[in-house]
Nanobody
Framework: LQLVESGGGLVQPGGSLRLSCAAS???????????IGWFRQAPGKEREGLSC????????DYADSVRGRFTISRDDAKNTAYIQMNRLTPEDSAVYYC????????????????????WGQGTQVIVSS
């Protein structure tokens, strides 16, 4: 499984961005067997788990720092996951990563990065005026 994030960039405080996470899978494998997580890491800070979405999207969870502002979603037909980020602040500036973990559990949704094996290369988000 390969993951590629896109959609990052420079945005003004209060603005919005939607990040995408496109998955490339082996023939016959679909993304719907994977739980997806979004993470970020700012310079000098530890990686932070932001959100997760279970297989089929039945379960989602958010870190307190983004709850109510970020929305995670997935489109398994397109092998793509998304995170919509609203009301961005300078504190949201970081490199954002998506990650995937194969699971047979329908409702698994975790924001512990150690639970994920496959990671994208990251996309930079800068919130600044």
């Amino acid at each position: 499984l390969q993951l590629v994030e896109s959609g990052g960039g420079l945005v003004q405080p209060g603005g919005s961005l939607r990040l995408s996470c496109a998955a490339s899978l082996a023939p016959g494998v679909t993304m719907d067997y994977y739980v997806i997580g979004w993470f970020r890491q700012a310079p000098g800070k530890e990686r932070e788990g932001l959100s997760c979405i279970s297989r089929s999207g039945g379960m989602t969870d958010y870190a307190d720092s983004v709850r109510g502002r970020f929305t995670i979603s997935r489109d398994d037909a397109k092998n793509t996951a998304y995170i919509q980020m609203n009301r961005l602040t300078p504190e949201d500036s970081a490199v954002y990563y998506c990650a995937a973990a194969y699971t047979t559990a329908q409702n698994l949704c975790v924001m512990d990065g150690d639970r994920y094996r496959d990671w994208g290369q990251g996309t930079q988000v800068i919130v600044s005026s």
